[in-house]
């Protein structure tokens, strides 16, 4: 590389006196500059008149400045050389100067044979989810949604109200909080009700729902009624279910759920066995009893339902946490989506299908396209892929799956609460907690 050009130098010239503009010659003084000084070429004072002098005098003066014209140079520019960006042939340019950026080249990179990574690191990576800026806002936008419908229904509902009234009014509380209706084709995948309302009395544990053409059900101000809803933005489902009663018979009973699901959200973290959570909940629960007429009930854990986690657009993820002691090593893990549930009951703790149907919904890994025996059949499976409707034909060939209500045996009583957990990095949070539960 050429050397630094310095202006300092271009000022002062070769050699040149700062301070001074007059050139000076290497190693003696300019040409006539002695005439200047002695007047003229003759030795001592005298040889001549003024007007001589006074000639002789001019004359060395303009031959001063004639000099001083011939020997004015303007200094030379020293060129100042690029930076190569290529190598030479043979390679001798500095690599400073053909990597100005100091960005080398990579290496190539393989895996270790022997895997460094675990497969929990790899799942996680798998979550492009936590990626997305949109994605926690969202949620969070989903989970206020839930608690100002829900906190309308704790303020509104009364007994005499009809089941329909009520699932009515959380729906379309939910639709219009979304700002979508669901009526275009496609809109309900964007946003809605993750899955239909839940309103479940007394000895009906869960899965419950007033369906068009059934007889009315009247909330009574003995009865304990369950509710579960779900709003979701994008497949991402806020799930979160609180129970109502009306006697305070029943506080007992709902303070053992309430404290059994908030332990299981205590324990619950990254790296948390389920078998660790499903015990302190079994815990919990069963240090409560409740007295109803007079007699004692133990609060049992429901060992026929679980909490799970979520995934986009699948309400059961996969993974389920029971409510009773089991032997599961399967950890939680960062990123993951939890429901955490727990369902207690004054009966067996056991359930069995109840009359009627919940609702439908689509099989695992159904095909685009499926060839049923009713050409209405199959057109309707287009329009359940789009807009999550539900057909009986369809149940029967094995493309739906029915859910049917779960219930305890009758007499007895039960309660639920649920909350929707985000396994972050930094802390768990709970997305659907509210003031009331």
């Known amino acids: 590389m050429g050397a630094k050009f310095n202006e300092d ?18 190693g003696g003084e300019v040409k006539g500059a002695h005439l200047a000084r002695d007047g003229d070429a003759s030795l001592g004072d005298g040889g001549g008149d003024d007007d001589d002098d006074d000639d002789q005098e001019a004359g060395s003066v303009s031959l001063i ?23 030479s042939n043979p390679p001798r340019v ?7 950026s100091a960005e080398y080249p ?3 990179c393989q895996d270790y044979i022997t895997a460094r990574t675990t497969p ?19 949620y969070r936008k989903a989970a206020e949604i839930h608690r100002q419908v829900r906190h309308w229904v704790q303020d509104t509902v009364k007994p005499g109200w009809e089941l329909s009234d009520i699932a009515d009014g959380i729906e379309d509380g939910v639709r219009a909080l979304l700002g979508n209706q669901g009526l275009e084709t496609g809109s309900a995948l964007r946003s809605g009700m993750g899955f239909p309302t839940g309103l479940c009395l007394n000895h009906q544990v869960a899965h419950y729902t007033p369906n068009p053409g059934q007889k009315s059900v009247v909330l009574q101000h003995s009865d304990v009624m369950k509710v579960d809803f779900g709003v979701h933005i994008n497949g991402w489902i806020v799930d979160s279910a609180f129970t109502m009663s009306f006697d305070p018979v029943y506080d007992s009973l709902l303070d053992a759920v309430k404290d059994a699901t908030n332990t299981g959200i205590k324990t619950a973290g990254i790296d948390v066995r389920i078998c660790d959570v499903s015990a302190a909940i079994q815990e919990t629960m069963e240090s409560y009893e409740v007295e109803i007429g007079g ?15 979520i995934k986009q657009y699948h309400i059961h993820g996969g993974k389920s946490i029971p409510f009773v002691k089991n032997k599961d090593q399967t950890k939680m893990e960062e990123g993951e989506v939890f429901a955490i549930e727990t369902f207690g009951s004054t009966g067996r703790g056991r359930t069995t299908s109840d009359v009627g149907i919940y609702g439908y919904g689509l099989g695992t890994d159904r095909p685009k396209h499926v060839s049923l025996p009713f050409a209405s059949a199959n057109r309707l499976y287009k329009v359940i892929r789009e807009n999550f409707g539900t057909i009986v034909c369809l149940v029967s060939n094995g ?6 209500p779960l219930a305890d045996i009758k007499g007895s009583y039960s309660a639920q609460f649920e909350h929707t957990i985000l396994l972050r990095e930094s802390a768990k949070e709970i997305l659907s907690r509210g003031s009331d539960y």
């Open 9 to 26: 130098e271009k000022n002062q010239g070769n050699g040149g006196d700062p301070s001074s503009g007059t050139p000076r010659s290497v």
């Open 65 to 87: 400045a004639t000099d001083k014209k011939q020997k004015k140079r303007k200094p030379r520019k020293k060129k100042t050389k690029k930076s190569a960006t290529t190598q």
């Open 94 to 100: 500095p690599l400073s100067a053909v990597f100005a």
């Open 106 to 108: 990579k290496g190539e």
């Open 120 to 138: 929990e690191e790899l799942r996680l990576r798998g979550r492009k989810h936590l990626e997305d800026p949109e994605f926690l806002s969202e």
């Open 295 to 309: 007699k004692s009930y133990p609060v049992k854990p429901v060992r026929t339902l679980n909490a799970h986690d």
């Open 399 to 404: 493309v739906l799956e029915p859910y049917e």
